[in-house]
């Protein structure tokens, strides 16, 4: 994978890269370590494929909710949610404002869907997400 910029990127038509005679591929992003890594380094895919796995927990939290009392709903959103999107936090201050503000919408949501309410300040008071 090369890393750079689109200008940058674009420059380069033809890469290769042999090891013991085989040809290593090109790649526009990487997985490693459960973190996507794409050439620009800009988290967009990381953050869809996080926003999309813990989606899933939260509609499912919501999908159970009525059956479940407040402090199950708060377990599940501590042992299920919660490690999701707090996986390799560190990264997360240079991922971008629009970034940032998805993953800040999904907490709010699972917050209100755990605590049964329409208010995502009633929701952020009763636990920190």
Known sequence: M???TSQKLAKVDQFSTTINGYVIKRVT???YLGDIF???LSWNEHVKAIV???GRRVGLLGR???YITTHSANAILISMIRPILEYCAGFWACC???NSGTLEALQKHARKIAVKTSSSDI???AGQV
Do not use: I, Q
Request: hydrophobic residues 40%; glycine residues 10%; proline residues 0%.
């Open 2 to 4: 090369l890393f750079g």
């Open 29 to 31: 992003e990487f997985k």
């Open 38 to 40: 794409d050439e620009h």
């Open 52 to 54: 999309s796995k813990a």
């Open 64 to 66: 159970v909710r009525r």
């Open 96 to 98: 971008g404002d629009v």
């Open 123 to 125: 929701a952020m008071e």
